[in-house]
């Protein structure tokens, strides 16, 4: 992957932006900085003018872009709404968790479709537990979900979406969500999203008496996902997302001689998805510029970035106490109530 949108939650002020900004101007890539702030509400820190000044003096590049990133809770009176209009007034795109559940419900996305705010510029992140009927509005305004497999079959967002949108007709793009927390590489997202909707459908088949001879889901269809599928929800699927005429020289190339499970290829979409990992990345071009080459990234020394989140862990470690950080990683259970066997020996 060439192209990264920061779900930026935690920028309170534009200072914070400003820090977010110099980290990708020292890793080259092409990125879109998902401007939020959870600490306050959108339809304020939106109508604030230091927000709007920072805004218009964001300099938007094909290497470098803007989208506002926020949720819509349940409400009454759907405040959300004047956010959306900024960013329709100034051209931003909008990402939003929408169908996670106990939190964005049906009754937010009715609120943006009854407010007109809903179009092909808004993403929903998740989508996993949304009624038919809101999966109807996402697919007649043109949205689409990006699908974070992993978070939603950990977290309890809801199941995984893939086997639900496709009934409508719904986009669907790939996204990692808090990768401290789960993997960070579209290997590991591609095969986990694969494997759920056919794990899923499978469910639901045997739960009619039905097998499934062919699963409806294919490693293409994940592979889109993963790359034009994730161009088009930030709006450059006529830059990037496939190698094609016209577009930027944007490349990722898998090759890995010494791997045992690299050969033999018989079916290179399905082999990417089910064989290949990250250690398979022979070369990565991002705008024509070669950044990693046989293996091995150019001009670019981890070991910075590594120590300096390192310390971070350390410091936060220290204030916290050891006591505190081991139950924090290893919280206590519920105990599993047991069933009784009626199929025990007996005296």
């Known amino acids: ?28 890539g092409r990125f879109v900085l998902g401007y939020g702030n959870y600490l306050g509400a959108p339809w304020e820190w939106t109508a604030d003018k230091g927000f709007q000044s920072w805004v218009k003096n964001f300099a938007s590049s094909d290497m470098l872009s803007l989208e506002i990133a926020f949720d819509v809770p349940d409400s009454e009176d759907f405040p959300e709404k004047a956010a959306f209009l900024y960013a329709r007034d100034n051209g931003l795109r909008v990402t939003t968790h929408a169908g996670v559940w106990g ?35 996402i697919a007649a305004t043109g949205g689409s979900v990006s699908v ?40 590991s997202a591609m095969r986990a999203t694969l494997s759920s909707d056919r794990s899923r459908a ?17 490693a293409e269809d994940v592979l889109w996902m993963a790359t034009q599928g994730g161009a088009n929800a930030l709006g450059m699927g006529d830059k990037i997302g496939s190698i094609t005429v016209g577009k930027k020289a ?24 089910y064989q290949a990992n990250t250690a398979d990345v022979h070369t990565v071009v991002v705008n024509g510029r070669v950044l990693k080459h046989d293996g091995k990234r150019i001009g670019l020394d ?41 199929y025990k020996y007996a005296d």
């Open 1 to 28: 992957m060439t192209t990264t949108l920061d779900w930026s939650h935690a920028l309170r002020t534009p200072e914070y932006a400003d820090a977010a900004v110099k980290a990708f101007e020292e890793i080259p």
């Open 103 to 137: 939190a964005t419900t049906d009754v937010g996305l009715g609120h943006m479709f009854d407010a007109g705010v809903m179009d092909d510029t808004v993403t929903y992140v998740h989508a996993a537990s949304l009624s038919a009927e809101s999966y109807q509005k």
């Open 148 to 187: 974070a497999t992993e978070s939603e079959q950990s977290a309890g967002q809801g199941y995984p979406s893939t086997w639900e949108i496709r009934k409508y007709g719904i986009p669907a793009s790939l996204s990692m969500d808090t990768s401290v927390w789960w993997s960070a590489d579209f290997f």
């Open 202 to 218: 499978h469910l639901e088949a045997h739960k009619t008496g039905d097998t499934v001879a062919v699963n409806q889901l294919r």
């Open 250 to 273: 944007d490349l990722l190339l898998i090759k890995n001689d010494q791997s045992p499970a690299m050969t033999p290829i018989l079916n290179p979409p399905v082999h990417v998805v």
């Open 302 to 342: 981890i070991g910075p970035a590594r120590d300096a989140v390192a310390a971070s862990v350390e410091y936060v470690r220290s204030k916290l106490g050891e006591s505190t950080w081991e139950e924090g990683m290893h919280p206590p259970l519920e105990p599993n109530e047991e069933i009784d066997n009626p």
